[in-house]
Nanobody
Framework: QVQLVESGGGLVQAGGSLRLSCAASARTFSQYAMGWFRQAPGKERRFVSA????????LYADSVKGRFTISRDNAKNTVYLQMNSLKPEDTAVYYC??????????????????WGQGTQVTVSS
């Protein structure tokens, strides 16, 4: 069973940057597509970004394109989300997730099999 642990969240001013990390326990991490989702207070969890097992393919929500960058280091069993030009509307709990049986990158949460516990990102105006 894959275990995922997010880190790197915090409080930042609008226009600032944060880098989230998601460390996976499984040796087979390099076989999984990975995704980031976020959930703002009182709202549904929404897709942010995904990356293929190789790192060669990525997918972004329109709301973060050009500001966020997803990457992974398979040697470290870690996926990252670099967040630049942050806005107050980016405030949410951010979750990473693993798609263990991916044939393509997915933006719907039911396609993902394992989830981390989340890390809070708060952007002040």
């Amino acid at each position: 069973q894959v275990q995922l642990v997010e880190s790197g969240g915090g409080l930042v001013q609008a226009g600032g940057s944060l880098r989230l990390s998601c460390a996976a326990s499984a040796r087979t991490f390099s076989q999984y597509a990975m995704g980031w989702f976020r959930q703002a207070p009182g709202k549904e969890r929404r897709f942010v970004s995904a990356i293929s097992w190789s790192g060669k393919s990525t997918l972004y929500a329109d709301s973060v394109k050009g500001r966020f960058t997803i990457s992974r280091d398979n040697a470290k069993n870690t996926v990252y989300l670099q967040m630049n030009s942050l806005k107050p509307e980016d405030t949410a709990v951010y979750y990473c997730a693993a798609d263990l049986f991916a044939s393509r990158l997915e933006a719907t949460e039911y396609e993902y099999d394992t989830w981390g516990q989340g890390t809070q990102v708060t952007v002040s105006s």
